[in-house]
């Protein structure tokens, strides 16, 4: 199987930072893209940023310049600095991988179990 374990969430103030990490374990063959989605209350999940193997990355329009995605493939760790955070940004954030196994020629999708990040005003 495999597993995704976040850590770094918690409560900061309005324009203070903080740095997710996830750590990718099992028997992980490969990975592909790594990303970070939030959900907010009575909100739908959305995507925050994604980076693929060869380090291509994305952001969500709510989150660019302020947020900066990276990886360590030797560590199949993602991790997401959170700078100029507003309460806007208050969420479960969970990790998400593409992952092939050893012994299956097909990638599929792995979640972490969340870790909670709240900004107070």
């Known amino acids: 199987q495999v597993q995704l374990v976040e850590s770094g969430g918690g409560l900061v103030q309005a324009g203070g930072s903080l740095r997710l990490s996830c750590a990718a374990s099992?028997?992980?063959?490969?990975?592909?893209?790594m990303g970070w989605y939030r959900q907010a209350p009575g909100k739908q999940r959305e995507l925050v940023a994604q980076i693929t193997s060869g380090s291509g990355t994305n952001y969500a329009d709510s989150v660019k310049g302020r947020f900066t995605i990276s990886r360590d493939n030797a560590k199949n760790t993602v991790y997401l600095q959170m700078n100029s955070l507003k309460p806007e940004d208050t969420a479960v954030y969970y990790c998400?991988?593409?992952?092939?196994?050893?012994?299956?020629?097909?990638?599929?999708?792995?979640w972490g179990q969340g870790t909670q990040v709240t900004v107070s005003s």
């Open positions: 099992g028997t992980i063959f490969s990975i592909n893209s």
């Open positions: 998400n991988a593409a992952a092939q196994r050893y012994g299956y020629s097909s990638f599929s999708n792995y």
